[in-house]
């Protein structure tokens, strides 16, 4: 085997480090003296669907397409959700020198499409027959219990029910894992644990109080991806360049604050009255709109069917927003910590689809881009959000690139398959 | 020498690069940019115009594409095609065996219906997401 990429979704790099030290993840610590742990940057906004296309693409959203978890059809008010057809850029696993891979719960590709190997969607899979390539691999899948998600609404039933079906869910991905793996020589395989994202939203104040009654469930259920780690060692050699990333990091979220409230506040989004508000409802008086999570776009003539900014006055009203958006407050604390512009942090030929303005949220706030109006701080179970800073990225062996100083989820290919990677770019 | 990529015909502006030089085997109006020229016949012959154009690929258009290309600073041919254009790949193949350096762009149509998730899954995707608190 060339590589095998594991995939620890939303563990963020000073946790791992922290829960390694601290004899919660042995496996890991041993792990982590043998190669280079770093923090990384994630997409912008830092939301998995993108992360994860990046890291398997090696582009970031102006190249392969993926901004968000929804996405508005060209030229329509349509409300879409994105989908491993929504890629532009071709996952490593589908290049014609990538060899048989074995690809598992990587978030965003599904439905399952074609690759020499074998691929389980993950996140957001709804339909287990229709996130397994090749078809005859469903009927061992299905008998095992194999979820492609979790049951998230448990959590309405207690922390700890919850934390139990993540553990289920996980182990048997794992037992698949293991199966296939023993299956046919693999080149390259691709594994993602999710259920660390899903304990991270949920259970975050339980981590960072080690009084709560659920803050060893938190420790026991990482315990666990440990040993599963310690499994996947195992059977690894020296040839295999083993890399080990997150998608985006994880911190405290005290409040979730829905953009598309401030901005309708503030006069600058106008919605016809309805009860189930779409943004097909936008009035042509509307001069900007945010998405999941703090997407913002101008309300363009041309993008939009009633859109009336025209590109004359769209550096006007960037700059107008963004100031306003530095300085807007809720319940007594700022919302964005900086606001990015998009022509900044796209390239690519999917760039013209970009948001105009990314909302980084402020310490303890995540951003929502809902267009319900009725709330603008949300009620919500979550209390963990992504960050932007500090995801992990890990690699050992001899065969890896060299780490960019400013790590990026973009960067991952780079590094773990140079060869590849060159020899793509000098084609190009 | 050759790579394949993907963009929209709005999009593909992105891509390019003043001396390219654009086979537009496509029915498609491309984005543009200074500098960049197209292939285009007139009278029977190859012609490298800075007007757009559109040509339809023929074997032998190669060793004539060869015999223009010195007189003109092309750094690259753009070889322009639908998403399921088996021609493309003729033409490309062709450029490789003469030796020429190009680039291989699959029209793919914006971001419409077809690439998101099918409309029967949107509620259960948004239920999903809504537990996440994305939507």
């Known amino acids: 085997m060339d590589l095998f990429l594991l995939g620890i979704d939303g563990l963020p790099r000073w946790m791992w480090q922290q829960l390694a030290d601290s004899g919660v993840m042995p496996n890991s610590q041993k792990l982590l003296r043998t190669g280079t742990l770093v923090p990384m940057k994630s997409a912008l906004p830092e939301v998995s669907s993108a992360a994860w296309a990046s890291i398997v693409t090696g582009e970031n959203s102006g190249g392969h397409n993926v901004f968000g978890f929804t996405d508005l059809l060209d030229g329509s008010y349509t409300l879409g959700f994105t989908s491993s057809r929504t890629f532009r850029a071709a996952p490593f696993w589908s290049r014609p020198d990538a060899g048989p891979s074995l690809i598992l719960n990587v978030p965003q590709t599904y439905p399952a499409q074609p690759l020499n190997g074998m691929l389980v969607s993950g996140f957001v899979a709804l339909d287990l027959k229709r996130a397994v390539y090749p078809a005859d691999a469903f009927p061992w899948l299905n008998e095992q219990k194999y979820s492609v998600d979790a049951d998230m609404s448990l959590v309405e039933k207690g922390k700890s029910r919850f934390v139990r079906e993540l553990l289920d869910v996980m182990r048997i991905r794992c037992e698949a894992l293991h199966h296939y793996w023993d299956a046919e020589p693999w080149q390259n395989v691709m594994y993602v644990f999710t259920g660390t994202d899903r304990l991270n939203h949920y259970l975050w104040e339980d981590f960072e109080d080690s009084s709560s009654p659920h803050h060893q469930e938190f420790l026991d259920f990482y315990h666990e991806v440990d040993r599963e780690i310690g499994r996947i060692l195992e059977r690894l050699d020296d040839r295999t360049t083993l890399a080990a990333v997150s998608d985006h990091g994880f911190a405290r979220q005290l409040r979730s604050v829905n953009l598309n409230c401030l901005l309708a506040e503030a006069g600058y989004l106008q919605l016809k009255p309805s009860d189930r508000p779409s943004y097909g409802d936008m009035l042509p008086e509307t001069k900007a709109f945010a998405m999941d999570p703090g997407r913002i776009y101008l309300h363009r003539e041309g993008r939009y069917p009633n859109g009336r900014v025209t590109d004359d006055e769209a550096e006007e009203l960037m700059q107008e927003l963004t100031q306003w958006l530095g300085s807007v407050s809720v319940a007594g604390a700022p919302v964005t910590a900086e606001v990015v512009r998009g022509g900044d942090a796209y390239s690519g030929p999917f760039s013209h689809r970009a948001p105009d303005l990314i909302g980084m949220p402020a310490e303890n706030v995540a951003l929502s881009g809902r267009l319900n109006l009725s709330d603008l701080i949300e009620p919500t179970l979550i209390n963990g959000r992504h960050t932007y800073e500090e995801s992990s990225f890990f690699v050992r062996g001899e065969n890896h690139g060299e780490i960019p100083a400013d790590m990026k989820v973009e960067n991952v290919l780079d590094v773990i398959l140079p060869a590849r990677e060159q020899s793509l770019r000098r084609a190009a | ?135």
């Open chain 2, 1 to 135: 020498m050759s790579t394949e990529c993907t963009a929209t015909p709005l999009a593909i502006s992105e891509l390019l690069l003043a001396g390219d030089l654009i086979l537009n085997l496509s029915s498609e109006v491309l984005n543009t940019l200074p500098g960049v020229m197209y292939l285009t016949e007139q009278n029977g012959q190859l012609r490298c115009s800075e007007t757009t154009g559109q040509l339809v690929w023929q074997e032998g258009l190669t060793t004539e594409l060869a015999g223009i290309l010195p007189d003109h600073e092309i750094n690259r041919v753009v070889v322009v095609c639908g998403p399921d254009s088996s021609v493309a790949e003729q033409a490309a193949a062709a450029l490789s065996g003469a030796n020429i350096r190009h680039l291989l762009v699959r029209l793919s149509a914006d971001c419409d219906a077809s690439a998101f998730m099918d409309e029967e899954d949107a509620e259960a995707v948004s239920e999903r997401l809504r537990q996440l608190g994305y939507l």
